[in-house]
Nanobody, 122 residues
Framework: QVQLVESGGGLVQAGGSLRLSCAASGLPFSLYAMGWFRQAPGKERDFVAAIGWANGGTKYTDSVKGRFTISRDNPKNTLYLQMTSLEPEDTAVYYC???????????????WGQGTQVTVSA
């Protein structure tokens, strides 16, 4: 029932910027913590960023702190990931995910999107 649709991925040069969007439906979006994960070829799916319910606090994995910003537009049921100073190591499929109701962190997601490819060239 829950549907998450990512968009905004693409090819960008190192040092560039990209903004990912995740359109959510089938749930009271503002009541849930949300997050972004990424998976590079041959690697595990790793946590990137999370935001608490409503206009909650944010959390980032160390490698993206100061470069990525997670945000949400609750009236639009949309989650964002603004990525700047991109590095080749950021190349991965990026997935948005639904966390817990009234949660402050995405935790173990209950729903996933299909992902959007981000490729950063050197």
């Amino acid at each position: 029932q829950v549907q998450l649709v990512e968009s905004g991925g693409g090819l960008v040069q190192a040092g560039g910027s990209l903004r990912l969007s995740c359109a959510a439906s089938g749930l009271p979006f503002s009541l849930y913590a949300m997050g972004w994960f990424r998976q590079a070829p041959g690697k595990e799916r790793d946590f990137v960023a999370a935001i608490g319910w409503a206009n909650g606090g944010t959390k980032y994995t160390d490698s993206v702190k100061g470069r990525f910003t997670i945000s949400r537009d609750n009236p639009k049921n949309t989650l964002y990931l603004q990525m700047t100073s991109l590095e080749p190591e950021d190349t991965a499929v990026y997935y948005c995910a639904v966390g817990r109701k009234f949660g402050s962190d995405v935790g173990v997601p209950s729903s996933w999107g299909q992902g959007t490819q981000v490729t950063v060239s050197a």
